[in-house]
């Protein structure tokens, strides 16, 4: 294991006052530990640092003395100790957010030319604190001090959307949903939705709901124990910001505030890390749809139809898409969506942040069906799919991903339902070998497709194995379908590419793309050899999408062999 991080300065490489060398080594020490991918043991330690071996373990003694580091018996491993925690703690409450924000707030303003604004809530409220404007006489401007709405502002509704769920539900029940402009959400349900969406995208959008002609975006800024406690935003004129002006300004936004937050030693999840950059053009794949959707996901191939169906998770929407014209309808929901699954009595159901639903796709009209998770309001569904006898198996997955209250269910057609597993960060892809015999199944935050036996008429699981594993620089396993031939392919979000998997877990192949985010794939065409890919632009700054525009695109590309059609669900 490689510890050492460029980003880690040695001592001889600073400015290190006379008679403070060893504090200088003791202080590049934790700072080695802190920057670890994992924490790292005794000799890990010695490689990065290159101190002698005397020098060091003294100086972990001593940092270990003063609880600056602990040490794990367990697996004779070093972590940052909890006095830093503490500490941590004296310096928020001395803090000056306004001074953190400040250099952040001119290179946005500068950039965007247009106001920046930083808000925090106050009395359920929005206070701005600070602001920057470039607007000029047609810009949008905001007073230092100025209070806003919480329900229909881009700050108010991202810090809604990242509150704990009893302190939005406080938050919600302190304020009157009063009507600003004929845009203004006003209807519960409705907003919650929209708070939900903020939560998966990361940033927060207001479509001239508090004020007429002016729209805004705004993303969380983090303080040391992951608690959102201020937004950073952009507004201006409609004119001048498009819908995808702001989302572009959204993902850059993020970047802002995590730069922000990391100055109050904030140590948000973040599962996405920026993809690593690759050559223009490097593609085996074409893009037979340049959508440029947020999140596309759930792919599946209706051969009765010869559309592929596919969803937007971000939009929210489910689109039909003919390959034979290149024509792609959209219907958009009212909620988060993540898949859309057949039914053999006819029509099509959808997997969303509140269940499984019928969709009728011609109005996008979507009635309940069944919701196991109706006590847990900060999950949703993300990818599902039929075995063989129309059982639904599907996923679950926090809406920010950050914690592990994921879990794997098995759904009847009479909409009976059981939980299989528990604790996945993003429950992802699955299908079933050609056999039937064995289920693949991927969590995408630890980068593991797992393996299991599979009971076909018990609807059973067992015997849990990883059969493919990642390392993060490599990407995360995403959606995944297997051929004819039971080798498993797999989209490689921040890879790049689409892996196909050999029954024993070897990479047999890569398809290169030309966009870091693939999100899923289907087999489909007549003979079920097109390989149709969806993608995702979510959270890419601006630099990565100038070098990626068709991210948010559907590719497809030859497979060399057929793949397994899609099983329909047994009930309605």
Same mark, same amino acid.
């Given at each position: 294991?490689?510890?050492?991080?460029?980003?880690?300065?040695?001592?001889?490489?600073?400015?290190?006052?006379?008679?403070?060398?060893?504090?200088?080594?003791?202080?590049?020490?934790?700072?080695?530990?802190?920057?670890?991918?994992?924490?790292?043991?005794?000799?890990?330690?010695?490689?990065?640092?290159?101190?002698?071996?005397?020098?060091?373990?003294?100086?972990?003694?001593?940092?270990?003395?003063?609880?600056?580091?602990?040490?794990?018996?367990?697996?004779?491993?070093?972590?940052?100790?909890?006095?830093?925690?503490?500490l941590a703690h004296r310096v928020w409450e001395s803090f000056d957010l306004r001074g953190a924000a400040a250099p952040?707030?001119?290179?946005?303003?500068?950039?965007?030319?247009?106001?920046?604004?930083?808000?925090?809530?106050?009395?359920?409220?929005?206070?701005?604190?600070?602001?920057?404007?470039?607007?000029?006489?047609?810009?949008?401007?905001?007073?230092?001090?100025?209070?806003?709405?919480?329900?229909?502002?881009?700050?108010?509704?991202?810090?809604?959307?990242?509150?704990?769920?009893?302190?939005?539900?406080?938050?919600?029940?302190?304020?009157?949903?009063?009507?600003?402009?004929?845009?203004?959400?006003?209807?519960?349900?409705?907003?919650?939705?929209?708070?939900?969406?903020?939560?998966?995208?990361?940033?927060?959008?207001?479509?001239?709901?508090?004020?007429?002609?002016?729209?805004?975006?705004?993303?969380?800024?983090?303080?040391?124990?992951?608690?959102?406690?201020?937004?950073?935003?952009?507004?201006?004129?409609?004119?001048?910001?498009?819908?995808?002006?702001?989302?572009?300004?959204?993902?850059?936004?993020?970047?802002?505030?995590?730069?922000?937050?990391?100055?109050?030693?904030?140590?948000?999840?973040?599962?996405?890390?920026?993809?690593?950059?690759?050559?223009?053009?490097?593609?085996?794949?074409?893009?037979?749809?340049?959508?440029?959707?947020?999140?596309?996901?759930?792919?599946?191939?209706?051969?009765?139809?010869?559309?592929?169906?596919?969803?937007?998770?971000?939009?929210?929407?489910?689109?039909?898409?003919?390959?034979?014209?290149?024509?792609?309808?959209?219907?958009?929901?009212?909620?988060?969506?993540?898949?859309?699954?057949?039914?053999?009595?006819?029509?099509?159901?959808?997997?969303?942040?509140?269940?499984?639903?019928?969709?009728?796709?011609?109005?996008?009209?979507?009635?309940?069906?069944?919701?196991?998770?109706?006590?847990?309001?900060?999950?949703?569904?993300?990818?599902?799919?039929?075995?063989?006898?129309?059982?639904?198996?599907?996923?679950?997955?926090?809406?920010?991903?950050?914690?592990?209250?994921?879990?794997?269910?098995?759904?009847?057609?009479?909409?009976?339902?059981?939980?299989?597993?528990?604790?996945?960060?993003?429950?992802?892809?699955?299908?079933?070998?050609?056999?039937?015999?064995?289920?693949?199944?991927?969590?995408?935050?630890?980068?593991?497709?797992?393996?299991?036996? +599979?009971?076909?008429? *018990?609807?059973?699981?067992?015997?849990? &194995? =990883?059969? !493919?594993?990642?390392?993060? @620089?490599? $990407?995360r396993p995403d959606g995944l379908a297997v051929d004819s031939d039971g080798f498993v392919w797999c989209a490689i979000?921040?890879?790049?590419?689409?892996?196909?998997?050999?029954?024993?877990?070897?990479?047999?192949?890569?398809?290169?793309?030309?966009?870091?985010?693939?999100?899923?794939?289907?087999?489909?065409?007549?003979?079920?050899?097109?390989? +149709?890919?969806?993608? *995702?632009?979510?959270?890419?700054?601006? &630099? =990565?999408? !100038?070098?990626?525009?068709? @991210?948010? $695109?559907?590719?497809?590309?030859?497979?060399?062999?057929?793949?397994?059609?899609?099983?329909?669900?047994?009930?309605?």
């Amino acid at each position: 294991m490689s510890v050492e991080n460029p980003q880690v300065l040695k001592p001889e490489e600073r400015d290190v006052p006379t008679g403070a060398a060893a504090l200088a080594k003791g202080l590049y020490l934790l700072e080695v530990i802190g920057e670890c991918a994992t924490p790292p043991r005794f000799k890990d330690l010695q490689a990065a640092t290159n101190l002698p071996k005397g020098t060091l373990a003294r100086m972990l003694n001593t940092l270990v003395l003063f609880r600056l580091v602990r040490y794990e018996d367990s697996d004779s491993t070093y972590r940052l100790g909890h006095r830093l925690f503490e500490l941590a703690h004296r310096v928020w409450e001395s803090f000056d957010l306004r001074g953190a924000a400040a250099p952040v707030l001119d290179r946005l303003a500068d950039e965007t030319r247009e106001t920046v604004a930083l808000c925090s809530v106050d009395n359920h409220e929005i206070l701005y604190i600070d602001q920057r404007s470039r607007g000029g006489a047609f810009g949008f401007r905001i007073e230092i001090g100025r209070r806003a709405p919480l329900h229909c502002t881009a700050g108010g509704k991202t810090l809604l959307a990242f509150a704990p769920p009893h302190e939005r539900r406080a938050m919600l029940d302190g304020i009157r949903l009063e009507r600003f402009t004929d845009k203004t959400i006003v209807d519960e349900e409705a907003l919650n939705a929209d708070l939900a969406l903020a939560r998966v995208r990361g940033y927060a959008i207001s479509l001239e709901e508090h004020v007429e002609g002016v729209v805004s975006v705004a993303a969380p800024i983090f303080d040391h124990t992951g608690r959102a406690v201020a937004a950073i935003g952009v507004f201006g004129p409609h004119a001048r910001l498009s819908n995808d002006r702001l989302h572009t300004t959204g993902r850059d936004l993020m970047e802002a505030a995590r730069r922000i937050s990391g100055n109050v030693g904030a140590m948000p999840v973040n599962i996405t890390p920026q993809p690593k950059l690759r050559v223009a053009g490097e593609s085996d794949a074409e893009c037979v749809l340049p959508w440029g959707a947020h999140l596309a996901e759930g792919p599946v191939w209706m051969p009765h139809e010869k559309r592929l169906y596919w969803v937007d998770i971000l939009a929210p929407s489910v689109h039909r898409f003919d390959p034979s014209t290149g024509t792609n309808e959209e219907v958009v929901l009212p909620r988060l969506v993540s898949a859309v699954i057949p039914c053999r009595s006819g029509g099509i159901a959808a997997l969303t942040q509140d269940g499984l639903e019928a969709l009728d796709f011609s109005t996008g009209r979507l009635t309940p069906l069944v919701d196991p998770e109706q006590d847990l309001p900060d999950n949703r569904f993300n990818d599902g799919k039929c075995d063989r006898l129309g059982r639904l198996w599907a996923g679950t997955m926090r809406l920010d991903a950050s914690k592990p209250t994921g879990a794997l269910y098995a759904i009847e057609g009479d909409r009976s339902w059981r939980r299989l597993a528990d604790g996945f960060f993003v429950a992802n892809g699955l299908d079933w070998s050609p056999d039937g015999k064995t289920f693949y199944f991927a969590d995408s935050a630890p980068g593991r497709i797992y393996a299991y036996d +599979f009971d076909l008429a *018990a609807g059973a699981i067992a015997n849990r &194995r =990883v059969f !493919a594993e990642m390392d993060p @620089s490599e $990407g995360r396993p995403d959606g995944l379908a297997v051929d004819s031939d039971g080798f498993v392919w797999c989209a490689i979000w921040d890879g790049w590419c689409v892996r196909r998997y050999a029954p024993d877990g070897r990479i047999e192949r890569e398809l290169r793309l030309p966009v870091p985010r693939p999100t899923s794939i289907a087999f489909g065409g007549p003979d079920l050899k097109t390989i +149709f890919i969806t993608t *995702a632009r979510i959270r890419l700054p601006s &630099r =990565v999408l !100038a070098q990626a525009p068709f @991210s948010g $695109g559907l590719f497809k590309a030859a497979a060399p062999v057929a793949g397994l059609p899609a099983s329909e669900f047994a009930g309605r």
